[in-house]
């Protein structure tokens, strides 16, 4: 990676480039090569904390829709997926670790804090950011647990969407077949895959749709399962 790239990135990722919406600190950072690592949780590089900061509602739901197409995104790998303390709840960074003469050297302390209770409590607000962030992970842990296509041992493949920042992600076990689709972007985008092999359900809003020349909004994403012919006439 160049020097300039990272310099970018070091930037973007603390909130100092044009468009940044990520709030966060450096970690190890090298002047010589320019590498470090990055300090943050994933509400503050999402963009939850700053629009908190700034009031901005329609910034927020913009925010929390990326960090749970992140999560998603996460879920849709194999293995064990991890949640961090605290992002189950949408925390974002604690910066009084500045003000302990123990812990102000180490940045990692930005996403170490402790779990507040207080705001834990609003979990099954689905007007609250914790709410909204909690309940969409739970119907993420929820789809992983029932879906057999999310097994470890399924077969695993991308497809081509013609552009750049929309990954699909296809998993197949035992007749039964997923496609997640995630947009990285900013912009809403529209994926142009052509599955013609039937009708397909979204899993997250229940939605019945065709696999091709999906729309996704900014930051969006779906789980496609596909319907079987003795599936059609079901209700998701």
């Known amino acids: ?28 950072a090298d ?15 999402v963009g939850i904390e700053k629009a908190g900061f700034e009031g901005d509602n329609a910034a927020m739901e913009r925010a929390i829709r990326y960090d749970l197409m992140l999560h998603a995104y996460m879920f849709m790998q194999s293995g064990i997926p991890i949640i961090y303390s ?4 949408g ?28 705001n ?24 992983r647990k029932s879906e057999k296509a999310f ?6 493949w991308t497809v081509e969407t013609y552009d750049p ?3 699909c992600i296809g998993r ?24 013609i092999d039937g009708d397909y359900v979204d899993l997250i809003s229940g939605k019945r749709m065709k696999a091709s020349g999906v729309d996704i909004p900014a930051y969006g994403f779906y789980y496609l399962k596909w319907l079987k012919w003795e599936e059609n006439e079901k209700t998701y």
């Open 1 to 28: 990676m160049e020097r300039s790239h990272k310099h970018y990135l070091n930037e973007y990722f603390q909130g100092h480039a044009y468009g940044s919406n990520s709030r966060g600190e450096l970690y190890n």
């Open 31 to 45: 002047p010589i090569t320019g590498d470090a690592r990055f300090c943050a949780t994933t509400a503050s590089m």
């Open 86 to 89: 605290g992002d189950e709840i």
């Open 91 to 118: 925390q974002v960074n604690d910066y009084t670790y500045k003000n302990d003469i123990h812990k102000v050297e180490d940045s990692r302390y930005i996403h170490r804090r402790k779990m507040n209770w207080k």
């Open 120 to 143: 834990a409590a609003k979990i099954d607000d689905p007007d609250t950011v914790e709410g909204k962030v909690f309940q969409g992970l739970d119907q993420l842990e929820k789809i």
């Open 151 to 156: 097994m470890s041992n399924a077969d695993t």
């Open 165 to 167: 920042s929309v990954l």
């Open 172 to 195: 197949y076990y035992d007749g039964e077949k997923i496609y997640g689709l995630f947009n990285f972007s900013e912009a809403d985008k529209t994926a142009w895959i052509n599955e």
